[in-house]
């Protein structure tokens, strides 16, 4: 008999592992009620989301919870998946200051300010158009620190999880943000979508058109990411 | 002292190795099953099989494969709507007026590089202007029309049936997706795999000849598995190396830095061998370094020894002037390959070989109408030329020519989409989809025909990815893994109608090979599958 004790061992774990699975929380819809992001507290830098619906705001700790509550004081009951937890804050590379907000959106999403501060600088007309895509590989990698892998399909598809619709529910596109069209794509500063290339679950080549709104032109602005096909 | 052949895979292993791997949610019952039946692993092989080839070819970067099977004016598919599959890849591959990517019915255009080329029925052996083929296909349409080459349409990586928009799109947990899609280098993976829904440990070439070599206990003296294109993941094994060669020059030997052939350091190599090593890892590392020079030997004297006969056929064969690199000259090193079987795999091996060809330039975002024409050129005349070599009289095994011994295949991360990303006829390119059309080539291959389901073309609906915005991504209607199925039971690879329930690895390998494939329709004897006649099931079972 004891050779099988590695056996079930091994059963009892993926069995477990199964209940887990089976018994995790569905997913919120992104047009999550209202009232629901209402009855958190609001404090320090309150700001409104389109429609004039105040984003509920949390402050982050100067140290990372641990316990019931998730990292940076987002509550960890409402993760979707158990291998998928908020990264400690200190871990990131961008911002990760003391008494950063944590907005709960419209959308049921959570969203820290400074993250939301750092999209809001896309098409800055005071800095350089390759800043802008400096800025999304920057909030890609933020998202991969979050859910381990890119977002992946087209334009509209990247930016929904991008705003939330992933499985931790971690926005790192404000619900404000400016840029989006009708379709709900990312644009560019002359006003074209990006262009989103999913090479791996860690790499996203992005381009812009350039000023003459023409993909695949001279003016085309993209960054190296070292792949050929 | 006893002796330890660490590196040596049984059968006995292989099954319980694979038992292990396949070990997860959903694989646990059967799991659990195959551990009570592994001390009942099979009887050794005899290696009398005749000899068997998969030769594989990688289109990387995800081959367009709306704009190399085309449907014609009088397709018989239609989308729910009633409207035909031609009439909405008209709709959706034409850009204002300058038909963007579009090829039409010979019948219905003056301009011939516009073009499809069409597919004979089957029965009247005469075009019914259902399917065409990309004009630069002449190849492809001799083949197909002769019987030798078929298609199985809209074939892409799954972890279970999907069978449509709502399908995909639905959270739910028994509907799962393949991570990453439209993603590169998963999709490459996967589709290498076959095993969407795990992380990558070995691939389904690998895991074959794991099991030709369990079942002789012997290795050849060149691994069974040789690329033409590098390193992949598709034959990784878990006893079996990969053997990696230059199409152009076959193996580049030890040199001292200078070309050539060094004989000091290949001595140096062999003192070293006969050494009594303590660590295990110092006994392996040179037992690599030892392979590979024996295997270097072994395709340098086989490259060295082709008669001008097979010479003079190889370069009638393969026009690697016209094309002097890419697939054409990979094909004509697999072919040398072929005719030197017998000093590769050695009398006592399994006569199995599985070659990977990787041809790239596919991931065509822009400029696609030139492009893309270019590698269907290649691709339609590199198939030709290898058919030709794999038919020519002197390479028969008995009576029956080599090709009834060779199956080729091709793959891709994923198919492109319907719609294009431009306006502009010369400029305009397509991106990343999901279930293509793959071809299948061989004697064996029932050829003339297409296998699986062709799509409907029909945008924000059907089978399309999307119910806005869409711009036609398939969701695939057959698997990698059924697709693989009928490669792996006509390489011997046992599957029977009945291993959806046969658990059994004394009387079902298959379920080690694709693991995931019981989650789909049985591809041997299902309608809804459409792919049973594509390949025989191999006399020899493994």
Redesign the interface.
Known sequence: MKRYLPIVVVVGLVAWLGWVATHKAPPAPLSAPASATQSASAESGASSTPDGTPAALTTVPNSSPSGATGPAGLPAAGLAHPFHTLPARKLWPYGADAGTAVITQNNGAKIYSDVADLARQLNDPHTEPGHDLETIQKLLEIYRKANGVNPTGFNFEIVDALRGDNPIRYAVIPEDMPSLNADGELLDRWGTPYWFHPISGQVMDVRSAGPDQKLWTEDDISLPMGYEQ | MKKHHHHEITRRKFVRQSACAS???TG?VDS?AH?TLMDAAMAQVANTSPYQALVVIFL??GNDANNMLIPERDIDVFDSNGVSAYTNYLGARTVNSNKVLCFVDPRDSSDPTKRSLPLNNTTTNTPDYKYGVHPKMPGVQSLYNNRQLAFVANVGTLCVPLASTADYQS?S?LLPKP????????QYIQWQSSVSTQPFTNGWGGRIADLMLAGTGYNPSVSMCISMAGVNKLQVGNATQQYCISPTDGVTQMSTGGGGNDPARRQVIDNLSKLVYSHLMERSYINVAQAAKNSGDTIDNVLSTLTSTQNSLLTSCFDTTTYPDGLMVQLQMVAKMMLGRSQLLGSNAAQRQIFFCAV????T???QAGNHANLMDELSASLLAFNTFLNDASNKVGNTPLSNFVTTLTSSDFTRTLTP??D?TD?A?T??GWGGHQIVMGGSVAGGKIYGQYPDFRLNGGRDTNTT?G?GRWVPSTSVDQYLALMARWFGVQGSTTYLTDTNPNSNSMNMILPNLRAFDNPFDSSTANLSGLLPASPIII
Do not use: V
């Open positions: 070990l997860g949610l646990l659990l551990f990387l970067g959270t947990i991570p990453q899609l439209f993603s590169h280098a998963d790239s330039g596919y991931d975002h822009q400029n990303n431009g502009n400029t390119g991106d990343h915005n711009r």
